[in-house]
C-alpha cells in the first residue's frame, strides 16, 4: 500500500504532511505510528527549511510490517546528522532519525533528492 502527496515548503506545510502521514496510517498502533509522525516532522522539517519549495512525502506500508517514508525535495544537498549546541533550537532532526528509524537515508532524485526513512514494529517497541 502506497500513498504520496505534495505539500508547501512552509511551517504549515510540515505539519500539513505529519497530518497526512497519520491519516494514511490511520489505524495504527499508537506507540509505532508516534515514532514515525515524529519522524516525518524531522525530515519534512529539513524540506522546508534547507528548500523553501514545495516537497513530496510519499508513504509506504512494507511487506514486513514496518513503513517507510520518503521526502522529496528539490535541494542537491545531502544532508548529514550533526553535533549541534545545547542550546541550538535546529540540527538535531537527523539524530533522531538515525536514532529511532530501523534504517535511513538519501537517494539523488532528478532534481534534488530523497531523504527516506524505515520504521519496523521491533524498533518501535523498543523505544
Known amino acids: 500500500m502506497e500513498f504520496s502527496a505534495s505539500f508547501t515548503g512552509t511551517p504549515a506545510g510540515a505539519r500539513a504532511a505529519r497530518h497526512f502521514v497519520r491519516d494514511a496510517l490511520a489505524g495504527t498502533e499508537d506507540s509505532f505510528l508516534d515514532t514515525i509522525l515524529l519522524l516525518t516532522s524531522e525530515v519534512a522539517t529539513n524540506a522546508v527549511l534547507h528548500t523553501g519549495g514545495m ?23 545531502v544532508p548529514q546528522p550533526r553535533v549541534s549546541p545545547v542550546d541550538a533550537t535546529t540540527g538535531r532532526g537527523l539524530n533522531l532519525v538515525d536514532a529511532l528509524a530501523s534504517a535511513w537515508g538519501v537517494d539523488d532524485h532528478r532534481h534534488g533528492k530523497v531523504v527516506w526513512f524505515e520504521v519496523s514494529r521491533v524498533s518501535a517497541r523498543a523505544e
Do not use: A, Y
Open 55 to 77: 516537497f513530496e512525502v510519499q508513504v509506504e506500508v512494507l511487506d514486513r510490517g514496518g513503513v517507510r517514508v520518503s521526502v522529496t525535495d528539490d535541494n542537491e544537498q
